[in-house]
């Protein structure tokens, strides 16, 4: 959101009002402060309860607690971003979905996120779809042309605004200690609730035969602050030869490794539309995706959470030399951030 929050900001007429629910506070305010953006206001959730329920009824409270505005943007498939949408529309606010449409066709994968991004396109003033997929699978759902514009992903505007100006990865100050210079690199991401347990940790199996098998390799795991993650990951993997488990990093290192990675094993939705910025190789530890087009593109393969499986995919790209792939980015021309705000500004325009 923050290319979109820029973009507003660009708006003579228009002030954005950010707001942030709290969850993983460090890392949402340094990728903020990436873009220069400093005033946040933040809503701290008072549960510490899991339990999804709690959290969207705290969500609810607070949200509806701030003052209105005249138009309201929510982002994905979150929680947050759904109680957000359900909020203004009690509010009688009208709120734009960005990335509205993403959907896996199976309403328990990913768990909840399939939900949150299908009830929250109900709820919406207008649907800024990202790519001519999303617009399709809205259609479909009965949904109104007229609400829905499609704009490419925001994610591509952010990338390629951080990636003219970071250095490479091993040259960051939070990396130099971190990576070999000789060693081929591979990024891993792991977090979703529905990797939770035993499809993590054959995951984490996976990654430690790739590397005992491949001494010119080096693997780096930002690890995920949930407890659950988090124990899952450093039980199977701490201490091990080669495979760096960090905390999280900075959005510009993520990116920085993104961009210089050999290959990328992840379950995150966002990198699914980064990653192909740059042509690096993705293998999909999930079952499901609601980006196909990585897939059709030939940018990213779904390999599940299956240990053996995932060794045999990543075998087969690493034993290339050159594995960067030379194509174009399906998700977006890096001017979603202006057809958004431009669509709000000219509906506040109309209303007043």
Same mark, same amino acid.
């Given at each position: 959101?923050?290319?979109?929050?820029?973009? /507003?900001?660009?708006?003579?007429?228009?002030?954005?009002?950010?707001?942030?629910?709290?969850?993983?506070?460090?890392?949402?305010?340094?990728?903020?402060?990436?873009?220069?953006?400093?005033? /946040?206001?933040?809503?701290?959730?008072?549960?510490?309860?899991?339990?999804?329920?709690? *959290?969207? $009824?705290?969500?609810?409270?607070? /949200?509806?607690?701030?003052?209105?505005?005249?138009?309201?943007?929510?982002?994905?498939?979150?929680?947050?971003?759904?109680?957000?949408?359900?909020?203004?529309?009690?509010?009688?606010?009208?709120?734009?979905?960005?990335?509205?449409?993403?959907?896996?066709?199976?309403?328990?994968?990913?768990?909840?996120?399939?939900?949150?991004?299908?009830?929250?396109? *109900?709820?919406?003033?207008?649907?800024?779809?990202?790519?001519?997929?999303?617009?399709?699978?809205?259609?479909?759902? $009965?949904?109104?042309?007229?609400?829905?514009?499609?704009?490419?992903?925001?994610?591509?505007?952010?990338?390629?605004?951080?990636?003219?100006? /970071?250095?490479?990865?091993?040259?960051?100050?939070?990396?130099?200690?971190?990576?070999?210079?000789?060693?081929?690199?591979?990024?891993?991401?792991?977090?979703?609730?529905?990797?939770? $347990?035993?499809?993590?940790?054959?995951?984490?199996?996976?990654?430690?035969?790739?590397?005992?098998?491949?001494?010119?390799?080096?693997?780096?795991?930002?690890?995920?602050?949930?407890?659950?993650?988090?124990?899952?990951?450093?039980?199977?993997?701490?201490?091990?030869?080669?495979?760096?488990?960090?905390?999280?990093?900075?959005?510009?290192?993520?990116?920085?490794?993104?961009?210089?990675?050999?290959?990328?094993?992840?379950?995150?939705?966002?990198?699914?539309?980064?990653?192909?910025?740059?042509?690096?190789?993705?293998?999909?530890?999930?079952?499901?995706?609601?980006?196909?087009?990585?897939?059709?593109?030939?940018?990213?393969?779904?390999? $599940?959470?299956?240990?053996?499986?995932?060794?045999?995919?990543?075998?087969?790209?690493?034993?290339?030399?050159?594995?960067?792939?030379?194509?174009?980015?399906?998700?977006?021309?890096?001017?979603?951030?202006?057809? +958004?705000?431009?669509?709000?500004?000219?509906? +506040?325009?109309?209303?007043?």
């Amino acid at each position: 959101m923050v290319p979109v929050i820029s973009a /507003i900001a660009n708006c003579p007429n228009l002030h954005a009002h950010v707001l942030m629910t709290g969850q993983h506070r460090d890392i949402a305010s340094n990728a903020l402060e990436s873009f220069d953006i400093h005033q /946040i206001n933040w809503l701290d959730v008072s549960s510490t309860s899991h339990r999804l329920a709690d *959290q969207a $009824g705290e969500l609810l409270k607070g /949200i509806n607690a701030v003052h209105h505005p005249k138009y309201a943007l929510v982002h994905g498939d979150t929680t947050t971003g759904f109680v957000g949408a359900l909020a203004s529309f009690y509010s009688a606010i009208p709120v734009g979905h960005v990335e509205a449409g993403l959907r896996s066709g199976e309403l328990q994968d990913p768990f909840p996120e399939e939900a949150n991004r299908r009830l929250a396109d *109900q709820l919406c003033h207008r649907l800024f779809a990202p790519t001519s997929i999303a617009k399709d699978n809205l259609l479909r759902e $009965g949904l109104s042309n007229e609400k829905i514009l499609t704009t490419g992903n925001t994610v591509v505007d952010a990338v390629r605004h951080l990636a003219q100006k /970071i250095k490479p990865a091993r040259e960051l100050d939070e990396l130099k200690g971190v990576l070999g210079q000789q060693k081929r690199l591979v990024l891993v991401t792991t977090h979703r609730r529905e990797n939770w $347990g035993d499809p993590m940790r054959h995951i984490c199996q996976a990654i430690k035969r790739i590397t005992e098998a491949l001494e010119d390799l080096q693997v780096i795991l930002p690890v995920h602050p949930n407890p659950v993650v988090k124990d899952m990951i450093e039980s199977e993997l701490k201490n091990t030869p080669r495979i760096h488990l960090v905390t999280p990093l900075s959005y510009e290192a993520l990116i920085a490794l993104e961009r210089d990675a050999d290959l990328i094993l992840t379950d995150s939705g966002g990198i699914q539309e980064e990653a192909p910025e740059f042509g690096t190789p993705l293998l999909i530890l999930r079952k499901t995706t609601e980006r196909p087009e990585a897939l059709t593109s030939g940018l990213a393969k779904l390999v $599940g959470t299956c240990e053996q499986t995932i060794i045999d995919e990543a075998a087969h790209i690493l034993k290339c030399k050159h594995t960067q792939i030379d194509r174009q980015n399906p998700f977006g021309d890096g001017h979603a951030s202006q057809r +958004i705000a431009a669509a709000v500004e000219s509906h +506040i325009n109309s209303a007043d």
